[in-house]
C-alpha cells in the first residue's frame, strides 16, 4: 500500500513536471527571440534611408597636421604670447554622406574651444576654416569658410560648432576619397627682410 501510494506520487510529480514544461514551451513560442524589429517612420515625412545607403562607403574625414590651432594676436604682436587675443583649437571632426550615384555629399563638421588670451578682446571674431576632399593628388572640393566665433571676455574658455552640409563632389572610386578640414590663414606675409 505504501508502495502503491509512492507510485502514484511519483507519477503525480512527473506530470506536474511535465505540464510546468509545455506551458513554459508553449509561452516561449509567443515570445519574439530573433531580435529583430522593424520601424517605419510613417509620420515624420522625412526620407527614409535606402538599403544602398547604408551599405555604402562614407569617406573618413581627418584634421590636417598643423591645422589643429588658430592664434590671434594684438596689432604688431604676431607670436608673442603675452599679446595674444585668443586661441580657437579643433578638437573633433564628424562626417555623414548621401549618396546618389557616383555623387557624394558629405556633410562636415567640427567642433573646437575658443581660449581668451592675456591680451583678451571679446566679441564676434571670425576664423578662416578649410574643408578639402580629395581622391589622391586630385582636388573634388575645397571651400574656405571665415567663420564666426564668439570669444569670451572672462578668463574661461568657450566651445564653438561649424558644419559644411555641401561639400558635394563626383567620385567613381570613393574608396580613394579622404576629406580633411582645418584653420587655413593663407599664404605667409612676407616680411621686409624677406622682400
Not at 569670451?152 to 567620385?171: C, H, I, L, R
Amino acid at each position: 500500500m505504501v508502495f502503491q501510494l509512492f507510485q502514484s506520487a511519483t507519477a503525480l510529480r512527473r506530470t506536474a513536471i511535465l505540464c510546468s514544461l509545455g506551458a513554459m514551451g508553449a509561452l516561449s513560442a509567443c515570445q519574439n527571440t530573433s531580435g529583430a524589429q522593424t520601424a517605419t517612420d510613417t509620420t515624420s515625412g522625412k526620407p527614409k534611408v535606402s538599403q544602398t545607403e547604408l551599405r555604402a562607403f562614407c569617406p573618413p574625414v581627418v584634421l590636417r597636421e598643423g591645422t589643429s590651432f588658430f592664434n590671434s594676436y594684438a596689432k604688431g604682436g604676431e607670436g608673442d604670447g603675452t599679446k595674444l587675443r585668443y586661441q580657437v583649437s579643433i578638437n573633433d571632426v564628424t562626417r555623414s554622406c548621401v549618396h546618389n550615384g557616383d555623387q557624394v555629399t558629405m556633410t562636415i563638421a567640427v567642433a573646437g574651444r575658443v581660449v581668451p588670451g592675456p591680451v583678451r578682446a571679446a566679441g564676434a571674431a571670425t576664423v578662416p576654416i578649410r574643408v578639402a576632399v580629395t581622391a589622391d593628388d586630385q582636388v573634388l572640393y575645397s571651400q574656405l569658410f571665415q567663420h564666426a566665433i564668439e570669444v569670451p571676455g572672462g578668463v574661461s574658455a568657450t566651445q564653438f560648432t561649424f558644419t559644411d552640409p555641401n561639400a558635394t563632389f563626383t567620385a567613381p572610386d570613393i574608396a580613394r576619397v579622404k576629406a580633411f578640414v582645418g584653420f587655413d590663414e593663407g599664404e605667409p606675409k612676407k616680411t621686409a627682410a624677406a622682400e
